[in-house]
């Protein structure tokens, strides 16, 4: 898969805007990414991963990290709306030091998380441990990061 635009190139269509630090907003998006990442541990070490719960753990995964990300970008004073917003978020990783590898990784991941959502894909189990463990790598580090907005 393909990286993302540039940040900047988001910003300068507009799908990423300036706006004012939202902390409030920022904060839910945290609790809430903290509880489905406690939720997945949880369920992952009752249940494991099988074709009957792949899709559903990739979906969390998927929203895990995206919350982060959209706390940061609120922490830092920026929205996003439109076509593309989810892509110009996963492209803003760049901007927070995160590799290209990671960065393609989880636009990887929209990609197939869009096309569970919308067009009723399966995503095999192997694909979900994947992702779990790219989750369980990358969600300390996204932590730290809003963390530095405190």
């Not at 609120?74 to 110009?88: P, R």
């Not at 803003?92 to 960065?103: A, H, I, R, W």
């Amino acid at each position: 898969m393909t990286l993302p635009k540039e940040f900047e190139d988001y910003v300068n269509k507009r799908i990423i805007i300036k706006c004012s630090i939202n902390k409030p907003r920022a904060k839910f998006l945290i609790d809430e990414s903290e509880k489905t990442f406690r939720g997945l541990n949880k369920r992952l070490d009752v249940m494991g991963i099988d074709e009957y719960n792949a899709n559903s753990i990739i979906k969390d995964c998927y929203d895990i990290i995206m919350e982060l990300i959209r706390a940061k970008l609120f922490l830092d004073g920026y929205c996003s709306a439109g076509q593309f917003a989810h892509e110009a978020e996963v492209s803003y990783l760049k901007q927070q030091g995160f590799s290209d590898n990671e960065v393609s990784f989880l636009n990887e991941l929209r990609y197939f998380r869009n096309s569970v959502t919308y067009y009723g894909k399966i995503l095999g189990v192997d694909y979900a441990k994947l992702v779990v463990e790219f989750t369980k790598k990358i969600y300390p580090l996204l932590k730290a990061k809003v963390k530095e907005n405190k």
